[in-house]
């Protein structure tokens, strides 16, 4: 079991990252809500893995603290999810916003998170408040990373290179091609990093 990895983070591909730990590069995806906060390519990084091995392949899971990877262990517990759905999950709102969620019976946030219909955000609420009654990291900062406010733009003047990372992360996470693209359009602002119009995008589909 592979549960903690520190090394030079060598390429960052939202949602997905390749980090060289002594000479062995790993790859691994993350929550955007965790890869918002990684250092520059080339500097020291540190990770709790989660390691899923399914019979077509082995993945890694990386959460920059171990409540983020507790709450995803617990996601992955609930009936019909697996861990693409909980990376998209944890990718659309904070840890502390999804437990605020889950207490307050919010089905209508919820179902706006991809793969997440009516019947699978219901069972969530039934499923996850009594794991979720004692969770460490309940009383974190409940607001996402702050993201610069954004001004709408002809969706052509964006950097090819931006629009399609933010593009094949949103995909990555579990949304449709339709419902990315006009979101992109909408909150493009000129200069975004991809990163920063991807989060723009989580914020505004959520």
């Known amino acids: 079991m592979i549960g903690r990895l520190q090394g030079t983070l060598v390429a960052k591909h939202a949602p997905e990252l390749l980090i060289d730990v002594q000479g062995v ?9 965790c890869f918002y906060e990684l250092p520059e390519i080339g500097q020291q990084a540190t990770l709790w893995v989660h390691f899923v091995v399914r019979e077509d392949a082995q993945l890694l899971f990386g959460f920059n603290t171990l409540d983020e990877r507790a709450l995803f262990r617990l996601l992955i517990k609930a009936q019909g999810v697996g861990p693409k759905m909980a990376l998209g999950i944890m990718s659309s709102m904070s840890a502390p916003q999804f437990i605020q969620s889950v207490r307050s019976g919010d089905l209508s946030t919820l179902v706006k998170i991809p793969g997440v219909g009516k019947k699978t955000a219901e069972r969530l609420l039934v499923e996850m408040r ?11 900062d409940t607001g996402l990373p702050g993201a610069t406010p954004v001004v709408p733009t002809e969706y052509a003047e964006m950097p090819p290179s931006a629009r399609d990372e933010a593009l094949s992360a949103l995909l990555a996470l579990g949304y449709k091609e339709n419902q990315a693209q006009p979101v992109l359009k909408r909150v493009f602002n000129e200069g975004m990093s991809s990163e920063e119009l991807i989060r723009a995008a989580l914020k505004a589909m959520m």
């Open 25 to 33: 590069g790993y790859e691994v995806q993350l929550p955007m809500t």
């Open 130 to 140: 009594d794991r979720l009654k004692d969770f460490r990291g309940a009383e974190m």
